[in-house]
């Protein structure tokens, strides 16, 4: 008989390993579309969330012996997702922000419209930035994974009535 195919009792410590190893990377990558999703909700870019994704998966395959098995990987994931998002702007506000003239809108005075929008649409922006990462961040949960407040406030470990308030104060900052 194979060492793969005795009892669990009788298979050695490394086998139990490998074999719990192999169970974790396919959980890892049937999540991977949940996380590509939320980091793109949190970047608002594609090319930054799959850095974020796979700084993630990097940080989850590396550290695989931590996931306790049974709890939610998905969460366990997004919590990592997260810390690494937050981690990302930090080191970014330290280093300052810098904008390509190529970035720049292109357009004429005569639209008239298109500018107003373009004002509106950097207004929000700034506003965006200058909130905190936390309320930001309940804010994309909700608009862009469309998550309840519920869902939210279980994920990030609050109370749902904080979940709200913040949700309240963003929508109102976002107005004003």
């Known amino acids: 008989m194979t060492e793969q195919h005795r009892h ?8 139990r390993r490998d074999q719990s190893r192999s169970a974790f990377e396919d ?6 579309p949940h996380v590509r999703s939320y980091a793109l909700s949190l970047t608002r870019d594609a090319a930054n969330a799959d850095d974020l994704v796979q700084d993630c998966m990097v940080r989850a395959l ?18 990592i997702v997260r810390n690494r998002h ?4 930090r ?14 809108p292109q357009g004429t ?7 107003d929008d373009w004002m509106a649409l950097r207004d929000c922006g700034r506003k965006l930035r200058e909130a905190r990462a936390c ?22 470990g609050i109370a749902e009535g904080t979940v709200r308030s ?8 976002m107005r004003a």
């Open 135 to 156: 309320d930001r961040e309940i804010l994309f949960m909700r608009v862009f994974s469309g998550l309840s407040n519920e869902e939210i406030a279980r994920r990030l």
């Open 91 to 104: 080191s970014e506000s330290r280093r300052g922000q810098s904008i390509s003239i190529d970035d720049c």
């Open 166 to 173: 913040r949700l309240s104060r963003m929508r109102a900052q």
């Open 27 to 32: 959980a890892l990558t049937s999540e991977m």
């Open 86 to 89: 937050l981690d990302r702007c």
């Open 62 to 79: 590396k550290n695989w012996q931590s996931y306790a098995a049974g709890t939610h990987m998905r969460r366990w994931l997004f919590t």
């Open 109 to 115: 005075l005569g639209q008239r419209a298109a500018q």
């Open 8 to 15: 669990p009792a009788e298979q050695t410590p490394e086998l």
